[in-house]
């Protein structure tokens, strides 16, 4: 696990807006079409759309919690190396896995380059899209959680942030698409 005490880069803007804790909303129901977006997804340099993921195949949003390139969450740090060691097995089932996080553009790029990212990483340093999928937020960053979307767009699967289980693991994932 990547360790550091650099700190630079933490205190921000994103920082103080999502200081206060406020919990995840389960107020996106299972059936729901999911909220569509665009983000630019810096592992291939490229602005995606949402829908125009979920048309060709079932997609695993992954919200993460990467607070600098330098700082990652102790419990989405595991679960970032899980799912991009499992992307292509994921990719090898017709399912794209698309993980957001609150870092700006050139901090997910160093994100990136240092954890040799395949999987799509969209940066979201607004935190907007975390907001309309009610992830809720604490010290700082939006908290991770994960939804599973069908072919048409609607909420399949979706695992909100718990200390006792902070994220959905690669196998649950697997078995619920």
Same mark, same amino acid.
């Given at each position: ?20 804790? /406020?919990? *995840? ?8 079409? *999911? ?6 997804? @810096? ?16 997609? /695993?949003? *992954?919200?993460?919690? +990467? ?8 419990? &989405?740090?595991? =679960? @970032? ?13 017709? +399912?794209?896995?698309?993980? /957001? ?6 901090? %997910?790029? +160093? ?11 969209? %940066?979201?340093?607004? &935190? ?5 999928? =009610? ?5 700082? *960053? ?5 939804? +599973? ?9 979706? =695992? ?8 959905? %693991? ?8």
């Amino acid at each position: 696990m990547l360790t550091s005490t650099d700190f630079t880069g933490l205190i921000n803007k994103r920082f103080f807006g999502n200081f206060l804790p /406020i919990p *995840a909303n389960n107020c996106l129901p299972l059936g729901a079409t *999911a909220p569509d977006f665009i983000l630019p997804d @810096i592992t291939h340099n490229r602005l995606l759309r949402l829908s125009d993921c979920w048309k060709q195949k079932p997609v /695993i949003l *992954a919200f993460t919690r +990467i607070f600098t390139e330098k700082q990652y969450c102790p419990f &989405c740090y595991p =679960h @970032i190396i899980a799912l991009n060691q499992y992307y292509e097995k994921f990719v090898e089932q017709g +399912i794209e896995v698309l993980m /957001i996080t609150s870092t700006a553009q050139k901090q %997910s790029q +160093i994100v990136v380059r240092d954890l040799e990212l395949k999987i799509p990483l969209l %940066s979201n340093p607004d &935190c907007q899209v975390f907001r309309r999928y =009610h992830t809720g937020q604490a010290l700082g *960053a939006p908290l991770p959680a994960q939804f +599973i979307l069908d072919k048409m767009g609607k909420i399949q699967y979706k =695992h909100l942030f718990s200390f006792l289980n902070p994220n959905a %693991s690669v196998e649950e994932l697997l078995s619920k698409v």
